[in-house]
């Protein structure tokens, strides 16, 4: 997968989702939105609808899934019910475990690296963080989490919730582009 995808789901928590997405486009992250349905409306949690970039049938047809990088991201913002109706997306779920086993990174915030990076089949010894009380899935699998806003560990990149999304989308950032890239965006977002 060449690419930085970043996937809604209905229920998405906005503010991780666009604030990440923000970040990595002033940072020069060419980050595409993409819909899990077949058009391209999405409702957040908090029932603000927003357009992606591309429906995920566009998604499944302009996408090469062999090849995948360190620098090729899918990124899982949170919020309830979007973390569970992203997980419930088996598809999409097979496409991001094939992609990591293959070199590519994941990123998620919030509930989504406890309901969707889980699903991950090595998660063993990994540091993790996500928003309080949805430990146990991580914990199940021998993650280790904190509640530190962001954690990177080696192609994983967790954030631990709202109040953390633009330090998540610099994690993200600072893991593509280096960390000057990342304090150039910071100093005109004034952060």
């Given at each position: 997968?060449?690419?930085?995808?970043?996937?809604?789901?209905?229920?998405?928590?906005?503010?991780?989702?666009?604030?990440?997405?923000?970040?990595?486009?002033?940072?020069?992250?060419?980050?595409?939105?993409?819909?899990?349905?077949?058009?391209?409306?999405?409702?957040?949690?908090?029932?603000?609808?927003?357009?992606a970039?591309?429906?995920?049938?566009?998604?499944?047809?302009?996408?090469?899934?062999?090849?995948?990088?360190?620098?090729?991201?899918?990124?899982?913002?949170?919020?309830?019910?979007?973390?569970?109706?992203?997980?419930?997306?088996?598809?999409?779920?097979?496409?991001?475990?094939?992609?990591y086993?293959?070199?590519?990174?994941?990123?998620?915030?919030?509930?989504?690296?406890?309901?969707?990076?889980?699903?991950?089949?090595?998660?063993?010894?990994?540091?993790?963080?996500?928003?309080?009380g949805?430990?146990?899935?991580?914990?199940?699998?021998?993650?280790?989490?904190?509640?530190?806003?962001?954690?990177?560990?080696?192609?994983?990149?967790?954030?631990?919730?709202?109040?953390?999304?633009?330090?998540?989308?610099?994690?993200?950032?600072?893991?593509?582009?280096?960390?000057?890239?990342?304090?150039?965006?910071?100093?005109?977002?004034?952060?």
């Open positions: 997968m060449k690419g930085v995808f970043l996937f809604l789901a209905n229920g998405f928590e906005e503010t991780e989702a666009l604030a990440t997405a923000d970040v990595l486009k002033r940072g020069g992250v060419d980050v595409k939105t993409v819909s899990i349905y077949d058009d391209k409306y999405v409702t957040s949690a908090h029932k603000v609808t927003v357009i970039d591309m429906t995920y049938g566009e998604f499944r047809s302009t996408t090469d899934f062999e090849d995948a990088g360190k620098d090729d991201v899918m990124i899982f913002p949170g919020g309830m019910p979007g973390s569970s109706n992203l997980a419930g997306k088996a598809d999409l779920m097979d496409i991001m475990k094939h992609h086993e293959h070199g590519g990174t994941v990123a998620a915030i919030c509930a989504a690296p406890s309901v969707v990076l889980s699903l991950l089949p090595d998660i063993a010894g990994k540091t993790m963080t996500c928003y309080d949805f430990e146990d899935a991580l914990v199940a699998k021998g993650a280790v989490c904190t509640k530190n806003g962001t954690e990177t560990d080696g192609r994983i990149i967790t954030g631990r919730g709202p109040g953390f999304a633009f330090d998540f989308g610099f994690a993200i950032l600072t893991y593509l582009k280096g960390e000057s890239a990342a304090a150039e965006v910071r100093k005109g977002m004034l952060i």
